[in-house]
């Protein structure tokens, strides 16, 4: 039963819902006082849905759960939630993996703009738990690595310096580099601790050299010295 206005728009109930139908026109819903629009389910723990006709098939599209403080839902997989007028921004979740990136043109910024709060990047532990892997921290300009850190690929460098003047690199060799033309400097500055340097021999670890920080920085050969 109810009101139906002509064949284009209709409101009506059938005992179990409610309706408002529109059938071959664009539907506006007009808000033209000054004054504020509420769309508003007053039904305890009763959600709000916006449905749509994806190729004759009805889904959800929008789902405000009502028992999870309003909680927003794009139920769907492959669901994409665009933001900008070039669909720039784009968050989605193919039914497997998760994706957020910028699709258009210009720079992603992850940005916490909290006076002395950091950015954590986070990943499973490896034991069913969570645990911080990269951290900005905020109050110390410092970026943080928590875990154990590889580049798995050969010939790619790790540099450090304004014009990458330290690097290390593997190509097969391992190297650390001075590239500039400076001093390079291997320093201890533990109290009487010293500098050693360690080879394979034949499968044995043995000290090659020792440099004695507690005896004026003597240097002690574990064997022959070829010049």
Same mark, same amino acid.
């Given at each position: ?72 839902? %794009?139920?769907? @997989?492959?669901?994409? +939630?665009?933001? *900008? /007028?070039? #669909? =720039? $921004?784009?968050?989605? !979740?193919? &039914? ?54 590889? %580049?798995?690929? @050969?010939?790619?460098? +790790?540099?450090? *310096? /304004?014009? #990458? =003047? $330290?690097?290390?690199? !593997?190509? &097969? ?55």
């Amino acid at each position: 039963g109810g009101f139906a206005g002509g064949t284009a728009f209709g409101l009506f109930e059938n005992g179990s819902a409610s309706y408002v139908t529109n059938q071959n026109q664009t539907f506006y819903l007009n808000q033209t006082a000054a004054a504020a629009l509420y769309l508003r389910n007053t039904s305890s723990d009763q959600d709000i849905y916006i449905s749509v006709n994806d190729g004759g098939s009805q889904i959800n599209a929008i789902q405000i759960d009502a028992s999870a403080v309003g909680s927003v839902l %794009l139920p769907n @997989d492959n669901q994409y +939630l665009y933001i *900008g /007028a070039g #669909n =720039d $921004l784009t968050l989605v !979740h193919n &039914g497997t993996d998760s994706y957020f990136y910028n699709a258009a043109a210009g720079n992603l910024y992850i940005q916490n703009n909290v006076a002395d709060k950091d950015v954590i990047l986070r990943c499973d532990d490896g034991s069913g738990g969570d645990a911080a892997y990269i951290t900005l921290d905020g109050s110390a300009s410092t970026t943080l690595l928590s875990q154990d850190t590889r %580049l798995n690929v @050969d010939s790619k460098s +790790l540099s450090v *310096g /304004a014009d #990458n =003047d $330290l690097r290390m690199i !593997h190509d &097969g060799t391992s190297y650390l580099q001075n590239i500039t033309a400076t001093h390079f400097i291997i320093q201890n500055t533990g109290l009487d601790q010293d500098i050693t340097f360690k080879v394979n021999d034949g499968g044995s670890h043995i000290t090659a050299l020792q440099i004695d920080a507690s005896d004026a920085g003597t240097a002690i050969f574990n064997h022959d010295i070829v010049l």
